[in-house]
Nanobody, 123 residues
Framework: QVQLVESGGGLVQAEASLRLSCAAS????????MGWFRQPPGKEREFVVA???????YYADSVKGRFTISRDNAKNTVYLQMNSLKPEDTAIYYC?????????????????WGRGTQVTVSS
């Protein structure tokens, strides 16, 4: 059974850091595209970052230079290191997996999702 479980969210002040974790089961994270999406209050879900099978990464312009995705194959876990957080980063963050053969930024192409973890950044 495929399962994704996020953790690590919380309430922080601007410029702080957080690390989110996404523990996967039922498949191996290095065999698919793994992505992080977020949904700000009152807005649609948006792409944040993804990592492909080779380890190549793709970032949304809004988080480049501040966020880093990584993967621990032994733990079958994907991480999102978020630095220099801004109030506009406030959102529910979701981990997702896609079996697509090419990078996709659309949430519709990701088949498996976690339940999300709340990140709130105060000014």
């Amino acid at each position: 059974q495929v399962q994704l479980v996020e953790s690590g969210g919380g309430l922080v002040q601007a410029e702080a850091s957080l690390r989110l974790s996404c523990a996967a089961s039922g498949f191996t994270v290095n065999a698919v595209y793994m992505g992080w999406f977020r949904q700000p209050p009152g807005k649609e879900r948006e792409f944040v970052v993804a990592i492909d099978r080779t380890g190549y990464t793709y970032y949304a312009d809004s988080v480049k230079g501040r966020f880093t995705i990584s993967r621990d194959n032994a733990k079958n876990t994907v991480y999102l290191q978020m630095n220099s957080l801004k109030p506009e980063d406030t959102a529910i963050y979701y981990c997702a997996a896609s079996t697509s053969y090419a990078i996709t930024y659309s949430p519709n192409r990701y088949s498996y999702w976690g339940r999300g973890t709340q990140v709130t950044v105060s000014s």
